[in-house]
């Protein structure tokens, strides 16, 4: 009784502790930037879940999460990782300067004053030259679309299964599976078009949009970004479609709100968003109805991620030697061990019969999860302070960037980028392609566009 009282008063009190935090490395979670959404990311993820868990409230997960003694690990390790990120924030400030959005926007005036306008100060030919950079790169994602699906076979599309439209053998998860981790080829070449280069393309197009509405634009929009919801929701993944709604939103909270997140206008999103991820729950989840669905979804949102990192724990606790770096990258076994994909491997070991079925799943966790595996607690200790220090300086980085649609695209796709580490490992940020390639990208548009794409002026 008396541990349980003190566990729910560190688990209130700390958030506050954050909060001081947070401010004092000039961070708000109001605010759009890297650092914050990634706090953000981690207390929903992996923080406001733990009470359900630890009193088995929620009846489906407290079948596998039973040790309480676990559950007490993963808060502890979560909250000193969030310590030791905001740590980092805060020298990182010292180091870096502030992340106030619009100081770098314009260090001057404040160029969000409805006495200024957004203006093109150069020729009509640069704009039609953005566009058909941006043509450029969607037509490139949509052709290799069009490969990866000739791949998967239509027949076997995860959507198209679950809605019993095609005549494949294939289950809803074995097809998921397929397009995925069990993927025949170099799946990360196919996501890098598919999903990040043809994001990054729709975040720029929208941002060019909001800031002046050519009809070119929303020609080239449209299309976009029903090819972008195609992508999203084909292998029947939950998280993806609400990571592009938030991402939009994003890009109009930078341009038309001084980058701060209005309550006020958040809201209408989130009642698309449920509804979106109620109707996946109940015609690909086998869910009931839209009470099922919802309590599928709150479970899958706050508890999904901590269960995930308690296995990791039982795992290397109990039934595995630390990894001592194994699961790092290897490309082309240029290191003297061998890769282990720890995803895949503690998934295979907390649900075998999923592999009987010939299904490959796969089970991310916090990136302090993976840290654990390698190094134990001296992994959990060390990392997380340099983390939030890389995050805030990658941060301080892009907003010295020109303001202009380009940069705005740029920004948001790392916040989604680096959010995941709520969810995932960090070793796969050590030889990162997919971040390399889009700021490759972002350089190519710049230089073919022209200097200062877009430029403020007094109206």
């Known amino acids: 009784m008396v541990e349980d009282l003190c566990f729910l008063f560190l688990w209130f009190l700390f958030p506050f502790l954050w909060h001081l935090l947070l401010k004092s490395a000039g961070l708000s979670i109001l605010r759009v930037s890297i650092p914050s959404i990634v706090i ?31 559950i007490l690990q993963v808060f502890f390790f979560t909250s000193i990782t969030m310590f030791f990120m905001l740590f980092g924030f805060i ?49 490139a994602s949509f052709l290799v679309l069009i490969v990866y699906l000739s791949k998967v076979g239509i027949q076997n599309v995860a959507l198209f299964v679950a809605l019993n439209t095609t005549s494949g053998e294939l289950s809803t998860g074995e097809a998921r599976s397929a397009m995925g981790t069990s993927f025949d080829g170099s799946y990360h070449w ?5 999903h990040d280069v043809l994001i990054f393309s729709l975040l ?32 029947t993944e939950k998280t993806q479609m609400a990571e592009l709604v938030i991402s939009l939103f994003l890009v109009y909270a930078l341009i038309k709100n001084e980058g701060k997140i209005s309550i006020k206008k958040f809201l209408p999103v989130v009642i698309v968003l449920v509804s979106i991820l109620s109707l996946f729950y109940i015609y690909f989840m086998d869910s009931e ?3 099922s669905a919802i309590f599928s979804l709150s479970s899958r949102l706050f508890t999904g991620q901590i269960q995930s990192a308690y296995h990791y724990l039982d795992y290397f606790q109990n039934n595995h030697d630390y990894l001592l770096g194994r699961s790092f990258p290897n490309p ?10 720890i995803t895949t491997e503690v998934m295979a070991w907390q649900f ?21 595996a390698n190094f134990g607690i001296l992994g959990v200790l060390f990392v997380p302070f340099f ?73």
């Open 204 to 235: 720029v197009l929208t941002g060019l949009y909001l800031i002046q509405k050519r009809i070119i634009t929303f020609v080239l929009l449209v299309p976009t970004f029903i090819i972008a919801t195609l992508v999203m929701v084909m292998a």
């Open 190 to 194: 196919y996501k890098l078009f598919t």
């Open 289 to 291: 109805n839209l009470e």
């Open 91 to 139: 020298i990182a400030r010292g180091h870096c300067g502030s992340l106030d959005y619009r100081k770098y926007v314009n260090l001057k005036s404040n160029i969000f004053n409805t006495s200024m306008i957004w203006n093109f100060n150069y020729s009509k030919y640069s704009v039609f030259r953005l566009h058909v950079g941006l043509l450029l790169s969607i037509t």
């Open 40 to 70: 953000v990311a981690i207390y929903i993820y992996q923080y406001v879940g733990l009470p359900v868990l630890y009193f088995k409230l929620d009846w489906q997960r407290a079948v596998l999460v039973t040790d309480k003694y676990l």
């Open 332 to 341: 082309g076994g240029i290191f003297p061990f061998e890769h282990t994909e």
């Open 387 to 459: 983390v939030g220090y890389l995050i805030y300086f990658i941060n301080s980085i892009v907003l010295r960037q020109a303001f202009n649609p380009l940069s705005v695209g740029l920004f948001v796709w790392l916040i989604l980028h680096f959010k995941v580490i709520a969810q995932t490992s960090i070793t796969s940020f050590f030889m990162d392609i997919y971040m390399l390639s889009i700021i490759t990208i972002f350089i190519i548009l710049s230089f073919f566009t022209g200097k200062g794409i877009m430029r403020f002026r007094y109206r």
């Open 352 to 372: 075998p019969n999923e592999i009987a079925l010939g299904i490959v799943g796969s089970m991310p966790t916090i990136f302090w999860g993976d840290m654990y």
